[in-house]
């Protein structure tokens, strides 16, 4: 594949979605293309405003919070794996408030205690901790919700 018709490619690729140098970079490695050209390119698409990172990372944020119900260590760790900087992603993380990762732990938190099987509440309330650990909620938003959850309950 040439120059020309890499950029043509991915011009288009990046036009139609927000994409990251890390998912860019993936692309052309299975692509076979050499280091020297997929630099190239990935300077190119920056300088063009094709990729940004930072951009990238707020629309992430946005749809793994929202649709996908993770909670904020979830979404850094994997911004993190695609190599997104720090100062990156940490202004799209802060802009996410602490009501809004609760409004979407609570209805999480409420579905998953219809099927959570457990022999005392000690073991129940745990579970239920655990799984939200897992989805990267704090520990502190998950019992508040839970207390707040329970509450409501009895």
Known sequence: MTYEQILSKLTALC???????????????????????????????????????????????????????????????????KGIAEEDYEEALSSVEDADYESVLQPLLKSKMKSVKAKNDYEFRMKLIRFALGRGFSYEQITRSLDNLLANKE
């Open 15 to 81: 036009s139609r979605s927000e994409h990251c140098c890390h998912d860019i970079k993936e692309k052309l490695r299975r692509w076979e293309i050499d280091k020297t050209t997929s630099q190239k390119v990935i300077d190119y698409l920056k300088k063009e405003k094709y990729i940004d990172n930072s951009r990238y990372a707020r629309f992430f944020v946005n749809d793994k919070v929202k649709f996908n119900k993770w909670g904020r260590r979830k979404v850094e760790q994997a911004l993190r794996m």
